[in-house]
């Protein structure tokens, strides 16, 4: 079974995404695009998708009969109208993040998805289909290291633009934390604070770097996650899990270890795609095979509104200073 996919929006992410379709994954082919460059779509259609019809209104590609799914890559304030669109069609829908802006949004998708009665939506969290993060994973689950009780983790980037603010780092950069860490651990966050050390001299004049965001679960586990996007020496993503009887850390990236010049070393990434390439091909046939088989098991609408309101806490946190409660409303029957 072939699926026929939609794609709104045809920036960077949108194209690796219908590169993958065209080119990587299995049954799957992209027969519409749509994004508000229609030079954008056309450039695709003639390099990758010659037989895909090119629609100037994204409700018009989701309602087109043929698209059996969509892929929604397009800017992030206009996901959840185009998320709530496809459930109203009744169409599987895979959002990258943010599933929406503001936590109501994604609560908003969350309702309307129960209302239809069929999980529908998978968001683009890429993480937990890392084969790093799903040994350790298996780790934990196996209780190696017994409960786990403190996680050390680190995010950091070689730089960032002059636009990156300093509530990106939690909307743009933890939010990946956010969501994977919550899977790693099957616990829910309780509470909030970040702390911002000594700031580099790299950093633009606007921008607190590097940060510290501390966690609390509702298990008690306690977590801290260095925010450090002018690093400089790299792309470099790091957690250690503490449980009370071992410790389990998540495999670096395959590097060839080479002898030279009187020095032993292994080559460090730069580029986040490429250190996540693999799961982004995974995590999109997953959902692929997930529209073929009618039974959605990626990260849910509700995942993606739990990350959404850790995130908003987060923000709070920046300003304050103090410790902040991350308040969700009660996990509905529907995603247990």
Request: glycine share 6%; hydrophobic share 40%; with cysteine.
């Amino acid at each position: 079974m072939t699926i026929n996919i939609g794609v709104i929006g045809t920036g960077a992410i949108g194209r690796e995404h219908i590169r993958r379709c065209s080119t990587v994954l299995q049954n799957a082919r992209v027969v519409a695009l749509n994004d508000i460059n229609r030079d954008n779509c056309q450039q695709i259609v003639n390099a990758l998708t010659p037989e895909a019809r090119i629609y100037d209104n994204a409700i018009d590609l989701i309602n087109d009969p043929q698209v059996n799914a969509v892929l929604v890559t397009s800017w992030g304030p206009t996901h959840e109208a185009f998320v709530l669109a496809c459930i109203e069609a009744g169409k599987a829908v895979f959002c990258e993040k943010p599933l929406a802006v503001t936590a109501q949004g994604c609560m908003n998708i969350v309702e309307a998805e129960i209302k239809a009665g069929r999980q529908l939506v998978q968001v683009g969290f890429m993480r937990p289909y890392d084969s790093g993060y799903r040994a350790l994973k298996a780790v934990i689950d196996s209780g190696e290291i017994g409960e786990p009780l403190m996680l050390h983790c680190a995010h950091r980037n070689p730089e960032v633009g002059d636009s990156y603010t300093t509530d990106m780092a939690i909307t743009d950069t933890l939010i990946h934390e956010l969501d994977v860490l919550r899977w790693l651990l099957n616990d829910d966050y309780a509470s909030v604070q970040v702390i911002f050390p000594r700031k580099t001299r790299k950093a633009s004049s606007h921008l607190r770097d590097p940060q510290i965001v501390l966690l609390e679960t509702t298990k008690g586990a306690r977590i801290d996650v260095e925010i450090f996007v002018n690093c400089e020496y790299g792309y470099d993503i790091q957690c250690e899990v503490v449980g009370e009887s071992g410790v389990a850390r998540l495999p670096e990236p395959v590097s060839v270890q080479t002898r030279s010049a009187a020095k032993l070393s292994t080559t460090l990434l730069t580029d986040w795609k490429k250190r996540f390439i693999d799961a982004y091909d995974v995590e999109l046939q997953a959902f692929i095979n997930n529209v073929i088989s009618r039974e959605m098991t990626g990260p849910s609408a509700w995942d993606g509104y739990a990350a959404a309101v850790a995130a908003d806490a987060c923000v709070a946190a920046q300003t304050s200073g103090e410790i902040v409660p991350v308040k969700m409303a009660d996990k509905p029957a529907f995603y247990r």
